[in-house]
């Protein structure tokens, strides 16, 4: 099963050219919806005021290569690696989810646009990827909705608790899990799988239609927002925040709290007590 190439059965009912067109029709409601909620939160603007803003109290100015640096160092620790997750949990639920998704995504493209026939048959790497890939994508989203969301890990929220916000993540299990279950019905030639496709699409459907409405554009968003913390670290700027050099007079002023101007970093171990249950 983990070779079989759903999409190819798939042909002989729905032309690829359909299937071809979906997926971009899909793309183009993610683009369209980013776009939107970018502009409707105003997200766009904040950034670049925000870095505006950081340009003109930075203490040093960085080149073009210290910005790639960053960039760099920005994508191998906030993106590929999730570092920002201090719940080693929930960092490895996130790296789950994230891996499947992108493999999901990219071989269900190459399948049904390079090998949507059997006049042209997949690699078997290929499906293996799409069988995987969602797999991999339900273990991570399951993961977290039982046992790591932070309402119910931490406040004793139900897990069947919805609200808005789940929509994404439950429309992007939705669709990995209709995935496998169609794939293996197709497999064993049950008159079942034309059920659950339906259900397949139709959580697509719901999941690349929705961005406006959910975190899809939070994933787009979250990297440019940590390479321009990272920035304003680097030239010393800092967000109008106190730095790690507290010691310093000009740092200690930053703190609009007066009580803490004079603190020590290091303020105790009392944070350290109780293990980390949340984000």
Excluded at 147 to 158: K, L, Q, Y
Aim: glycine share 6%; with cysteine.
């Amino acid at each position: 099963m983990l070779t079989h190439n759903p999409f190819t059965e798939l042909a002989a009912v729905i032309p690829p050219t359909v299937m071809q067109y979906y997926v971009i029709a899909m793309a183009i409601l993610v683009v369209g919806g980013t776009l939107i909620d970018t502009v409707h939160k105003k997200s766009a603007k904040w950034f670049f005021e925000n870095s505006k803003k950081a340009q003109e109290s930075a203490e040093r100015t960085l080149s073009a290569g210290d910005k790639a640096g960053i960039a760099v160092k920005t994508v191998a620790s906030e993106v590929l690696t999730s570092s920002e997750f201090s719940n080693p949990q929930r960092r490895l639920s996130h790296l789950f989810t994230m891996y499947g998704f992108l493999a999901f995504i990219i071989s269900t493209a190459v399948m049904v646009f390079c090998y949507p026939t059997a006049a042209t048959p997949a690699p078997p790497i290929w499906p293996m990827i799409w069988h995987l890939g969602a797999l991999s994508l339900c273990i991570g989203g399951y993961w977290f909705w039982f046992f790591i969301r932070v309402d119910v890990s931490a406040e004793g929220v139900p897990w069947n608790r919805l609200v808005r916000a789940d929509l994404f993540i439950l429309s992007l299990l939705a669709m990995a899990t209709f995935a496998l279950i169609w794939s293996y019905l197709q497999f064993s030639a049950s008159p079942w799988q034309t059920l659950f496709l339906g259900l397949f699409i139709l959580a697509s459907t719901v999941l690349f239609s929705t961005v406006l409405w959910s975190k899809f554009a939070h994933m787009f968003f979250k990297p440019m927002a940590a390479y321009q913390k990272s920035v304003t670290k680097a030239d010393g700027s800092a967000e109008n925040l106190p730095t790690n050099t507290r010691d310093d007079p000009a740092q200690q002023k930053r703190h609009s709290m007066e009580l803490l101007k004079d603190a020590p970093m290091d303020m105790g171990l009392g944070i350290k007590r109780e293990g980390s249950s949340h984000y």
